[in-house]
């Protein structure tokens, strides 16, 4: 079983490792293979501030951990509704979760 956890990105670094800290402490759904079940899916909306910084520590951090990590960085301000669409074509999963990340908004999901 794979969870794909899609995390919309945008001006979030505020919040943004918090996140990815308790998308981190998940234990996994799968022992003993190559992942841990959970992918983890980040898309940088054309962020202004550190996020794209944030997401490159934490890609290392989560591949470390055996999630699957993938990450889109816009070269232009896409808006929500592209970045989440993009997401979701990206996923592997049959389960996907939504956390949408602006700049006043900690652990947003939908």
């Known amino acids: 079983m794979l969870v794909s956890v899609i995390i919309g990105v945008y001006n979030a670094e505020k919040y943004l490792a918090q996140t990815l800290d308790s998308v981190a402490?998940?234990?996994g759904l799968v022992q003993g293979k190559?992942?841990?079940g959970i992918e983890v899916i980040l898309i940088d909306d054309f962020s202004k501030d550190n996020s794209s910084k944030i997401i490159e520590q934490y890609?290392?951090?989560l591949e470390q951990k055996r999630?699957?990590?993938r990450s889109i960085t816009?070269?232009?301000n896409?808006?929500?509704t592209r970045s989440y669409t993009e997401g979701a074509l990206?996923?592997?999963a049959s389960i996907s979760r939504f956390w949408?990340?602006?700049t006043s908004s900690p652990l947003s999901a939908l």
Request: charged content about 10%.
């Open 25 to 27: 402490s998940q234990t």
């Open 34 to 36: 190559k992942n841990n």
């Open 59 to 61: 890609t290392y951090i």
């Open 67 to 69: 999630f699957c990590v």
């Open 74 to 76: 816009h070269q232009q």
């Open 78 to 80: 896409a808006g929500t």
């Open 90 to 92: 990206m996923a592997r």
């Open 100 to 102: 949408i990340m602006m």
